[in-house]
């Protein structure tokens, strides 16, 4: 390229957002004991509620999903962890939902994510299994109420 050439410039127009949030620093960036006292007052409930339930329950896949989904799990991965274990290793909960979809996706998916080693097609195969044949599998039947 020579020197003496010149280069276009586009003529874009002007940001209209400004650059008003580049530095913006937050006057809220600790937490008051109040907050604290509260996180901790709610930590507390659920620690509890994860207590409260049996491991090999729906009911406690189901909050461990929800925890998971609202990305606080890592405030209690150790109850998570030996939950999931202790319903890996208990075949009780896969014989008794078996023929529940939601159920058997769920407990799969959240065994696989805590690094258990399952094979999908004989994991499902009971599921299919208990649907008797999957041309008379219904799946309206199955699929989760969206009112839960």
Request: aromatic share 10%.
């Amino acid at each position: 390229m020579d020197a003496n050439s010149s280069r276009h410039l586009a003529n874009f127009h002007s940001n209209v957002w400004g650059y008003n949030f580049l530095s913006y620093t937050s006057q809220l960036t600790e937490i008051t004991t109040q907050e604290k006292l509260e996180v901790d007052e709610y930590k507390e409930k659920v620690m509890n509620m994860l207590m409260e339930i049996h491991d090999n329950s729906t009911q406690k896949l189901v909050l461990i999903d929800t925890i998971q989904r609202l990305g606080v799990s890592y405030h209690f991965h150790n109850e998570i962890e030996t939950s999931i274990q202790s319903n890996f290793h208990a075949s009780s909960q896969q014989s008794e939902n078996n023929d529940n979809l939601h159920v058997v996706s769920l407990h799969f998916r959240l065994v696989r994510q805590q690094g258990h080693c399952i094979s999908s097609g004989t994991y499902f195969n009971a599921f299919f299994v208990s649907s008797i044949c999957l041309s008379e599998f219904d799946l309206t039947r199955n699929l989760r109420k969206q009112r839960e």
